[in-house]
């Protein structure tokens, strides 16, 4: 019994330095940046040394012989891959642009299984509330999302000024006693719970009803205000939202 327990501690410290060392020459990387490749050779490492710490009378060679091979298909693959990109695409992945000017890509999204929830997510991580704020937004290998923010004095610069065309004809018409041909929706500040993110009108085709009623406005109003945008049907509509200026986001189906 003494031996037994001797010899699986002796095991789990050997395979503790054994792995350690692999992984350091695997070379330095991050956890959450692991391609799928690398991901895979670390989980199989693992579990080998399970397989070797659990079974006493398993020989350690038969453990350390696949771990060494596991390494050096790891390294070689690395070296290859510094000299040829195709490789390394072919094994990491490339990277995919979700969100280019403002605009969505679902067909982009669809093939890599991202949604819409996760990347509203992601934008509020990176204190973005609308999409149309973005100047591109990238699923890298790895799956962390890079977002590129729209520069509002270089490249934005004819959508500030258009933005500030509208507010001025906004004054215009409110001096002149006329509000229906403003660009911004009047909302109910105080149904309103979280200031600045965008409230979610119509989601994959979807009208959502719960948010319409919130801000006191119908569905014959929405089809209304995606008509102004180029759309005529709901189920065109990959994504509508509104923020809490009253500003309106339309992301049709099909670009």
Same mark, same amino acid.
């Given at each position: 019994?003494?031996?037994?327990? &001797?010899?699986?501690? @002796?095991?789990?410290?050997?395979?503790?330095? @054994?792995? *350690?060392?692999? !992984?350091?020459?695997?070379?330095?990387?991050?956890?959450?940046? !692991?391609?799928? *490749?690398?991901? &895979?050779?670390?989980?199989? =490492? %693992?579990?080998?040394?399970? *397989?070797?710490?659990?079974?006493?009378?398993?020989?350690?060679?038969?453990?350390?012989?696949?771990?060494?091979?596991?390494?050096?298909?790891?390294?070689?693959? %690395?070296?290859?891959?510094?000299?040829?990109?195709?490789?390394?695409?072919?094994?990491?992945?490339?990277?995919?642009?979700?969100?280019?000017?403002?605009? !969505?890509?679902?067909?982009?999204?669809?093939?890599?299984?991202?949604?819409?929830?996760?990347?509203?997510?992601? +934008?509020?991580?990176?204190?973005?509330?609308? /999409?149309?704020?973005?100047? @591109? %937004?990238?699923?890298?290998?790895?799956?962390?999302?890079?977002?590129?923010?729209?520069?509002?004095?270089? #490249?934005?610069?004819?959508?500030?000024?258009?933005?500030?065309?509208?507010? #001025?004809?906004?004054?215009?018409?409110?001096?002149?006693?006329?509000?229906?041909?403003?660009?911004?929706?009047?909302?109910?500040?105080?149904?309103?719970?979280?200031?600045?993110? /965008?409230? /979610? +009108?119509?989601?994959?085709?979807?009208?959502?009803?719960?948010?319409?009623?919130?801000?006191?406005? &119908?569905? @014959?109003? +929405?089809?209304?205000?995606?008509?102004?945008?180029?759309? #005529?049907?709901?189920?065109?509509?990959? +994504?509508?939202?509104?923020?809490?200026?009253?500003? =309106?986001?339309?992301?049709?189906?099909?670009?």
């Amino acid at each position: 019994m003494f031996q037994q327990i &001797t010899y699986h501690i @002796f095991m789990t410290v050997l395979m503790y330095f @054994f792995i *350690f060392l692999c !992984l350091r020459i695997m070379g330095k990387r991050e956890i959450g940046k !692991l391609s799928v *490749f690398d991901l &895979t050779i670390s989980i199989m =490492i %693992a579990e080998i040394a399970v *397989f070797v710490i659990d079974d006493i009378k398993r020989p350690m060679y038969e453990g350390v012989v696949p771990m060494a091979t596991l390494v050096l298909i790891q390294v070689l693959v %690395a070296q290859l891959g510094l000299k040829s990109r195709g490789l390394r695409l072919f094994m990491d992945g490339k990277p995919s642009i979700l969100i280019s000017d403002g605009k !969505l890509h679902r067909g982009e999204m669809r093939k890599q299984r991202y949604n819409i929830d996760d990347l509203l997510l992601q +934008l509020r991580g990176q204190n973005i509330d609308n /999409p149309a704020d973005v100047e @591109f %937004a990238i699923l890298e290998a790895s799956g962390q999302l890079t977002i590129i923010e729209k520069n509002k004095n270089g #490249s934005s610069s004819a959508q500030s000024a258009s933005s500030s065309e509208e507010q #001025s004809s906004e004054a215009g018409d409110s001096s002149g006693g006329n509000a229906n041909n403003s660009k911004t929706v009047k909302l109910p500040k105080d149904k309103i719970r979280y200031e600045g993110l /965008p409230i /979610p +009108l119509i989601m994959d085709g979807k009208v959502q009803d719960t948010n319409l009623e919130m801000i006191g406005k &119908t569905r @014959f109003w +929405l089809r209304q205000q995606i008509r102004q945008k180029g759309v #005529s049907d709901f189920r065109d509509v990959f +994504l509508c939202s509104v923020d809490h200026q009253g500003k =309106i986001y339309v992301s049709p189906l099909h670009h």
